[in-house]
């Protein structure tokens, strides 16, 4: 098979409202270590809005037709200088494919706009089906960030997933500061993507 890519990003503006997927019990709930935050280059923001993106929870739930990603960190902030960037690596599990993976990424800058897209990456550069997502709902208060996404976005079978949170210049070729949070086990999301069948 060959390796395929899928990048979904999510420009997400502070104040959304929007609605998810029916409450259920979540499939996956993660507690993280405070503090443990690595420190990149020497330049750029201050320490105190590197260490903001400290991941604290990270919880997937199921609805009937998309999947809810919640991010919890210790703070939300943006600013000219730097973004924060939410991310789900999923690897497709199955042995007889290892070469499937996905990256679900809210990113908080400004300017406050708000659009989403899913690109499917092939080794020849080709690429493929376009998602349209739901803003992210983000609460600022409690420093949450959920994203829905679409089970025609997602691989199916079952998934190994790495949450990781940074912050990274506007340019986005910059880390400043990543916390990475790596799931046990290995999960069905109930992705129906037919480009990786």
Known sequence: MRSRRVALA??????????????AAP???????????RIGTATGPSDLQRRSIDLRQFKVVKGE??????????????????????TVNMEDADPESPDVAGDVTAILQPPRSTTGYVNIEDESGGSGL???LSPPLVLKAKSIVKVDVPLDCIAPGPLRLRVVAATRDRDFTIIYSRDALRVPGTYDLGGTADQFS
């Open 10 to 23: 999510i420009v997400g503006t502070l104040v959304v409202a929007t609605a998810g997927p029916a409450q």
């Open 27 to 37: 499939l996956v709930v993660v507690d993280d270590p405070s503090g443990d935050v």
């Open 65 to 86: 037709d998309s999947v809810r990603f919640k991010f919890r960190i210790r703070r939300i902030t943006v600013s000219d200088e730097f973004m924060q960037a939410l």
């Open 130 to 132: 376009a998602c349209r």
